[in-house]
């Protein structure tokens, strides 16, 4: 039986310094890998240096450099159409974690065991030092179309997803929405993902992780109380509905749901788009209901807390979710709306 062909996809930027290692467990591989694309987005340390070094010695690694920087989701969107028609399946890469040898050969195989799959996702060790023993630092991570509802909880570089999964998405370019959470959160809605219950690979905890500064810059502008959650996140979730990011991935899980698909996801959507007082009430007693499968997490809480914190689920989630703030691209936009 001939092998299915996977291509590494890797944005980088300003990565000099946890690069070689990551490249380095890519390479070492127990599976085969078809072609490795790397875009770097105008990195201004030693990046590009570091990777036209390993293409030189190695022809399957391709590195294109972009003209302007163009932000990790956005880039990481463009990287996906570089991929080789003939490659069946991509596999995500960041710049900075480690990739245990057998990761690519355990999901292909994975994936290929039952039919039906669009994407494959392994478990993670993620701390500061390295590690391959499932210690405190093992992350077991949820999957369902529900607990994804309000949070991104599959990383990008745990996933392996069919090529043509990704090319019938529905257009999603210049969307403030993490590329992860999409690609994630479409496998679930059509019950094509399937999860390795096994760590694969070890994500670095790192102060110049992306995550780590959006969520500090933003930090900087969001109030810092016990009860900014639920009220400086009800504010925010009227203001973030309005975004073309927010209803582009709320109104996706609208139409890919129905009252007997994923029917609470389809019927809190519907919610989400009523401006009528009493249904936004009614939003919060549907996700109270279910909390135990929306909230993002396994939560310790239980009772008339756990009661509380589901009935403002919607708001403390839109306070703690960096995906739809507002950022120059969302701004672009709105001004480009109106111009027309």
């Known amino acids: 039986m001939e092998k299915k062909t996977v291509s590494v996809v890797m944005c980088t930027y300003n990565g000099e310094k946890y690069l070689r290692e990551q490249m380095d467990s890519i390479l070492a591989q127990t599976y085969p890998i078809h072609e490795i694309i790397v875009c770097d987005d105008c990195s201004t340390d030693g990046t590009m240096n570091i990777l036209q070094e390993y293409a030189t010695k190695f022809p399957f690694i391709k590195v294109h450099r972009n003209t302007r920087n163009k932000g990790c989701n956005q880039n990481s969107h463009d990287i996906?159409?570089?991929?080789?028609?003939?490659?069946d399946y991509i596999a995500i890469s960041d710049q900075d974690d480690i990739w245990f040898p057998e990761k690519i050969g355990k999901l292909v195989q994975l994936i290929e065991k039952e039919e039906g799959?669009?994407?494959?996702?392994?478990?993670?060790?993620?701390?500061?030092t390295y590690s391959r023993q499932q210690t405190k630092d093992y992350l077991?991570?949820?999957?369902?179309?529900?607990?994804?509802?309000?949070?991104?909880?599959?990383?990008?570089?745990?996933?392996?997803?069919?090529?043509?999964?990704?090319?019938?998405l529905k257009p999603w370019s210049g969307m403030t929405?993490?590329?992860?959470?999409?690609?994630?959160?479409?496998?679930?809605?059509?019950?094509?993902?399937?999860?390795?219950?096994?760590?694969?690979?070890?994500?670095?905890?790192?102060?110049?992780?992306v995550i780590t500064t959006v969520g500090r810059?933003?930090?900087?502008?969001?109030?810092?109380?016990?009860?900014?959650?639920?009220?400086?996140?009800?504010?925010n979730f009227f203001k973030l509905r309005n975004t073309e990011s927010f209803k582009c991935f709320y109104n996706n899980i609208y139409e890919k749901t129905s009252p007997t698909h994923h029917p609470i996801l389809h019927q809190i959507t519907k919610l989400f788009n009523s401006h009528?007082?009493?249904?936004?009430?009614?939003?919060?007693?549907?996700?109270?209901?279910?909390?135990?499968?929306?909230?993002?997490?396994?939560?310790?809480?239980k009772g008339s807390i756990f009661a509380l914190r589901g009935f403002f689920s919607p708001f403390i989630c839109t306070y703690y979710n960096i995906q739809f703030y507002n950022t120059e691209t969302e701004h672009n936009s709105q001004l480009n709306k109106k111009q027309k």
Request: charged share 20%.
């Open 117 to 128: 799959y669009n994407l494959c996702f392994s478990d993670i060790i993620s701390s500061p």
């Open 217 to 235: 810059k933003l930090s900087k502008h969001k109030p810092h109380s016990p009860i900014a959650p639920y009220v400086y996140g009800t504010y």
């Open 80 to 87: 996906f159409y570089q991929v080789s028609k003939k490659v």
């Open 177 to 209: 929405f993490y590329y992860d959470w999409w690609l994630a959160m479409n496998a679930a809605l059509t019950d094509s993902i399937i999860k390795c219950k096994e760590p694969l690979s070890w994500h670095r905890i790192h102060s110049a992780s």
């Open 276 to 301: 009528n007082p009493l249904d936004l009430l009614r939003l919060c007693f549907v996700c109270m209901k279910h909390r135990k499968q929306i909230y993002p997490h396994p939560h310790k809480g």
């Open 140 to 168: 077991p991570l949820p999957f369902t179309a529900e607990s994804l509802f309000f949070r991104d909880n599959i990383p990008g570089h745990a996933m392996l997803i069919k090529r043509t999964f990704i090319e019938n």
